[in-house]
């Protein structure tokens, strides 16, 4: 039975009469009220990622100084507009409809608290809507109203309302987050004994996470505020900076969570992987809690009010900890899909496993590319800037920009999109109106959005580019300092980021325009194959070789998944640490050309 509102028939798939469903690809007992709402956040999700993503435009095309789109002053705002529809609001809706998937999905449960998510939903949508008003009004006027970024740091001449948007917007969140919660405290309730499916237990993490960075964040936002309106007659700036990297940096970890989450489910439901070690995995999301909120001073690393050993402990030394459990998932994940491969048959020589995998299935190329390209690009810069010395030659240059891109957009993004690619087939039950430019565009977007956050980094290490300026190849306002030799660089930079606005234009495209028009699959009919012909054979053993609900149920004793080889994985890593050495030693390469001492 659809509901009158729902004119585009997307809530009324056929539910028992309890309101549950058998997912024919997962298996997962899905409950309407479940469903419903990773539908909703999930939608509205991708409307902020059209809007992040025309913002992307305008700031890319006045970066690239030749085109020159936008006024210094326009840029800021158009900048802030871009930041906070990417990088808060795209990702957060879809953390809100990972946790309803890794929570009651997973455990074929109802969603509790109804109230909450629905409220939750309202109240972050307000919070959206208000916080693109406060930019989107700035005056721009520096005694008064200037333009928030993302950081909004103190002493800067804030409006008020950003600050009270910002903290409805986690008031927002924080109700989203409580049927998920209340989940797993009823699970424990019902079944003691029981532990906590991996997904679960990763999304559980994610969430204590984000505790920590919403206190962090309430605190920054709220003590700005409160000085701002003349309640607190000061507000320390480096305090401030300290209190907003706990949400700054928390939400990153919150991304980093949520995307291993989706990796171990996707390559099981759709590669087959397995979990080699329960107790390892786990043990990397546990090292995470304990790390991970250290790594927020890294932020801080030329901030002058801190002492050098207190910076040093907290990136250098402590943090390791949490790189470590990364580089453990890094291990963990792709062992999982080569053992699992290989025990059904799908091995053969060192990388068979690799190559037959599902490569046209766009939720399991999305995963993939995404494990990759963060791991080289993203991961191993962020453990360069993120050591004191060679921060020096990353901090605040559009290098900087690279890293991040690489770690929200091939990593956190492109991830993403395979989920709302997943949800458009298993819940949505849609069929991709062109199944064969779904298969490209993971391709076509990692591909054009790999480029760009290189050519990022290029000009950032080689010129020393600043981020956050509209103006800088001809030269720094203010000085005659040129930088005019980068202008080549930014042509290319510009021509690969039209290329990458482009795949997620198509993004875009693809998901709307198969919500609205693609054929209705029926039930029991659920392959995930995008072109039903040439992998469908593909896609069905996808789905028989994971025909559970949990990912750990009881395996065979006498054939155990680590018993088969993983040699390929281990090859990977090889080639992995060899990067990083190279990188390294090329950064520190880099950092001894800045100047010559005693010359
Ligand atoms: C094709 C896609 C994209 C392109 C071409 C692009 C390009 C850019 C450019 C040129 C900047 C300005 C850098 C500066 O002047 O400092 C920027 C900033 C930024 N972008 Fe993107 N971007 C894209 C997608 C994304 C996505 C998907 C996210 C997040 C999920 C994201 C998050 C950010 C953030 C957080 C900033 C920094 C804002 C600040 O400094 O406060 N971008 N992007
Ligand atoms: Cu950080």
Same mark, same amino acid.
């Given at each position: 039975?659809?509901?009158?509102?729902?004119?585009?028939?997307?809530?009324?798939?056929?539910?028992?009469?309890?309101?549950? @469903?058998?997912?024919?690809?997962?298996?997962?007992?899905?409950?309407?009220?479940?469903?419903?709402?990773?539908?909703?956040?999930?939608?509205?999700?991708? *409307?902020?990622?059209?809007?992040?993503?025309?913002?992307?435009?305008?700031?890319?095309?006045?970066?690239?100084?030749?085109?020159?789109?936008?006024?210094?002053?326009?840029? /800021?705002?158009?900048?802030?507009?871009?930041?906070?529809?990417?990088?808060?609001?795209?990702?957060?809706?879809?953390?809100?409809?990972? =946790?309803?998937?890794?929570?009651?999905?997973?455990?074929? %449960?109802?969603?509790?608290?109804?109230?909450?998510?629905?409220?939750? /939903?309202?109240?972050? =949508?307000?919070?959206?809507?208000?916080?693109?008003?406060?930019?989107?009004?700035?005056?721009?006027?520096?005694?008064?109203?200037?333009?928030?970024?993302?950081?909004?740091?103190?002493?800067?001449?804030?409006?008020?309302?950003?600050?009270?948007?910002?903290?409805?917007?986690?008031?927002?969140?924080?109700?989203?987050?409580?049927?998920?919660?209340?989940?797993?405290?009823?699970?424990?309730?019902?079944?003691?004994? +029981?532990?906590?499916?991996l *997904?679960?237990?990763g999304?559980?993490v994610?969430?204590?996470?984000?505790?920590?960075?919403?206190?962090?964040?309430?605190?920054?936002?709220?003590?700005?505020?409160?000085?701002?309106?003349? /309640?607190?007659?000061?507000?320390?700036?480096? &305090?401030?900076?300290?209190?907003?990297?706990?949400?700054?940096?928390?939400?990153?970890?919150?991304?980093l969570v949520?995307?291993i989450?989706?990796w171990y489910?996707?390559?099981?439901?759709?590669?087959?992987?397995?979990v080699v070690s329960e107790k390892v995995s786990r043990t990397a999301f546990i090292l995470y809690l304990f790390f991970i909120?250290?790594?927020?001073?890294?932020?801080?690393?030329?901030?002058?009010?801190?002492?050098?050993?207190? @910076?040093?402990?907290?990136?250098?030394?402590?943090?390791y900890g949490a790189t470590f459990a990364s580089l453990i998932h890094a291990f963990t994940i792709p062992a999982g899909?080569?053992?699992?491969?290989?025990?059904?048959? +799908?091995?053969?020589?060192?990388?068979?496993?690799?190559?037959?995998?599902?490569?046209?299935?766009?939720?399991?190329?999305?995963?993939?590319?995404?494990i990759?390209?963060?791991g080289?690009?993203?991961g191993?810069?962020?453990?360069?800037?993120?050591?004191?010395?060679?921060?020096?030659?990353?901090?605040?240059?559009?290098?900087?920009?690279?890293?991040?891109?690489?770690?929200?957009?091939?990593?956190?993004?492109?991830?993403?999109?395979?989920?709302?690619?997943?949800?458009?087939?298993?819940?949505?039950? @849609?069929?991709?109106?062109?199944? +064969?430019?779904?298969?490209?565009?993971?391709?076509?977007?990692?591909?054009?959005?790999?480029?760009?956050?290189?050519?990022?980094?290029?000009?950032? &290490?080689?010129?020393?580019?600043?981020?956050?300026?509209?103006?800088?190849?001809?030269?720094?306002?203010?000085?005659?300092?040129?930088?005019?030799?980068?202008?080549?660089?930014?042509?290319?930079?510009?021509?690969?980021?039209?290329?990458?606005?482009?795949?997620?234009?198509?993004?875009?495209?693809?998901?709307?325009?198969?919500?609205?028009?693609?054929? @209705?699959?029926?039930?029991?009919?659920?392959?995930?194959?995008?072109?039903?012909?040439?992998?469908?054979?593909?896609?069905?053993?996808? %789905?028989? &070789?994971?025909?559970?609900?949990?990912?750990?149920?009881?395996?065979?004793?006498?054939?155990?998944?680590?018993?088969?080889?993983m040699?390929?994985t281990f090859?990977?890593c090889?080639?992995f =640490?060899?990067?990083?050495?190279?990188?390294?030693?090329?950064?520190?390469?880099?950092?001894?050309?800045?100047?010559?001492?005693?010359?």
């Amino acid at each position: 039975m659809s509901h009158a509102l729902d004119v585009f028939g997307w809530f009324d798939n056929e539910y028992d009469g309890e309101g549950f @469903r058998t997912c024919s690809v997962t298996s997962f007992d899905v409950h309407r009220s479940v469903e419903n709402y990773v539908k909703l956040y999930g939608v509205t999700a991708v *409307v902020f990622l059209l809007i992040g993503g025309i913002f992307a435009f305008t700031i890319a095309m006045t970066r690239w100084e030749a085109i020159g789109l936008l006024e210094p002053g326009d840029y /800021y705002r158009h900048l802030s507009m871009h930041a906070w529809s990417m990088l808060i609001f795209w990702i957060i809706f879809m953390e809100i409809a990972i =946790l309803y998937v890794g929570g009651p999905m997973v455990l074929g %449960r109802k969603l509790p608290a109804k109230w909450a998510a629905a409220a939750g /939903y309202v109240v972050m =949508l307000a919070g959206s809507v208000l916080i693109y008003y406060s930019i989107w009004t700035v005056s721009g006027d520096p005694t008064s109203d200037n333009a928030p970024l993302l950081t909004a740091y103190v002493p800067l001449e804030i409006n008020p309302l950003f600050y009270v948007s910002a903290i409805v917007f986690l008031i927002g969140v924080t109700l989203a987050a409580l049927p998920f919660l209340l989940t797993l405290w009823d699970e424990k309730r019902e079944n003691p004994g +029981k532990t906590l499916p991996l *997904v679960t237990f990763g999304a559980f993490v994610a969430a204590i996470i984000a505790v920590q960075s919403i206190l962090g964040g309430l605190i920054a936002f709220g003590g700005a505020l409160a000085w701002q309106l003349g /309640y607190a007659p000061w507000f320390d700036a480096s &305090i401030y900076r300290q209190w907003f990297w706990i949400i700054g940096h928390g939400t990153q970890q919150i991304n980093l969570v949520a995307m291993i989450v989706v990796w171990y489910l996707v390559t099981h439901v759709i590669g087959g992987a397995e979990v080699v070690s329960e107790k390892v995995s786990r043990t990397a999301f546990i090292l995470y809690l304990f790390f991970i909120v250290m790594g927020a001073a890294h932020h801080l690393m030329v901030d002058p009010g801190l002492s050098a050993g207190w @910076r040093i402990w907290n990136t250098s030394y402590a943090f390791y900890g949490a790189t470590f459990a990364s580089l453990i998932h890094a291990f963990t994940i792709p062992a999982g899909l080569e053992a699992g491969r290989r025990k059904r048959g +799908k091995g053969g020589g060192l990388f068979g496993w690799l190559t037959s995998a599902p490569w046209r299935n766009p939720v399991f190329a999305s995963s993939i590319f995404a494990i990759i390209l963060f791991g080289f690009l993203g991961g191993i810069t962020g453990v360069l800037m993120g050591q004191l010395q060679l921060n020096m030659s990353w901090h605040n240059t559009f290098a900087t920009v690279g890293h991040f891109h690489s770690t929200v957009v091939l990593g956190t993004t492109l991830t993403f999109m395979g989920v709302v690619y997943f949800v458009i087939r298993t819940m949505f039950m @849609r069929e991709f109106v062109s199944p +064969k430019l779904t298969t490209l565009q993971p391709y076509l977007y990692s591909g054009g959005m790999a480029l760009t956050a290189l050519m990022m980094m290029y000009v950032g &290490i080689l010129y020393g580019i600043p981020r956050r300026t509209a103006e800088v190849v001809e030269n720094i306002p203010g000085t005659d300092f040129s930088i005019a030799g980068a202008a080549p660089l930014f042509d290319v930079f510009g021509l690969v980021a039209i290329f990458a606005i482009g795949g997620g234009a198509l993004f875009v495209l693809l998901a709307v325009g198969s919500l609205l028009f693609g054929d @209705r699959i029926e039930p029991g009919d659920g392959d995930l194959a995008p072109d039903g012909g040439s992998t469908t054979q593909q896609a069905t053993d996808s %789905r028989t &070789i994971a025909p559970r609900n949990d990912l750990e149920q009881a395996e065979d004793p006498d054939d155990p998944v680590h018993a088969y080889e993983m040699r390929g994985t281990f090859v990977l890593c090889l080639i992995f =640490l060899a990067v990083f050495v190279v990188a390294y030693i090329l950064n520190w390469f880099l950092l001894t050309q800045l100047w010559s001492i005693g010359a």
